[in-house]
């Protein structure tokens, strides 16, 4: 089992979600249909934005060697109300069922709320995701809210 270290993102980091998310995402069921030359250059921006803005990337990391980056959970709290509004999560596929993801997950509901029984609202969900945690969560991409758009 690899030490798993959880950490804030990095300027270093960011080339890594960035790629990982685009990719992955881009063969979910919603993103499917658009052409790449507008699906690379809006989700990108998008991304960008959130990465920028008031949301939270937290990495799970090799805790021995922090440059091996093991997956990332991108949240930001609810405009709404208390809820975790979850943007994207990903786990590198050698590292999936290990228990990364729930611990990325675990840990931004622990820093929205100490509620346990949490409502989380996706806004981003690809093949894997819908696969794990169909049943846990409400999908919503109307809740990718920046603050320019508050």
Not at 7 to 24: P, Y
Not at 26 to 39: G, K, L, M, Q, W
Not at 59 to 87: K, R, T, W
């Amino acid at each position: 089992m690899i030490p798993l270290l959880l950490r804030t993102i990095e300027a270093g980091d960011v080339h890594f979600v960035l790629k990982s998310w685009l990719k992955s995402y881009r063969n979910s069921c919603f993103a499917t249909e658009i052409p790449n030359e507008v699906y690379f250059r809006s989700h990108r921006a998008l991304i960008l934005r959130l990465l920028d803005d008031r949301s939270v990337t937290m990495m799970a990391v090799n805790a021995e060697d922090e440059d091996q980056i093991l997956g990332f959970v991108c949240y930001s709290p609810g405009v709404i109300s208390e809820c975790l509004v979850l943007h994207f999560i990903y786990v590198k596929s050698p590292f999936r069922r290990f228990g990364i993801g729930h611990r990325l997950l675990e840990a931004a509901k622990a820093a929205v709320s100490h509620e346990r029984d949490l409502p989380i609202v996706v806004s981003h969900a690809n093949r894997e995701f819908k696969r794990f945690y169909k049943d846990l969560f409400v999908y919503n991409p109307y809740m990718i809210r920046t603050s320019s758009e508050a």
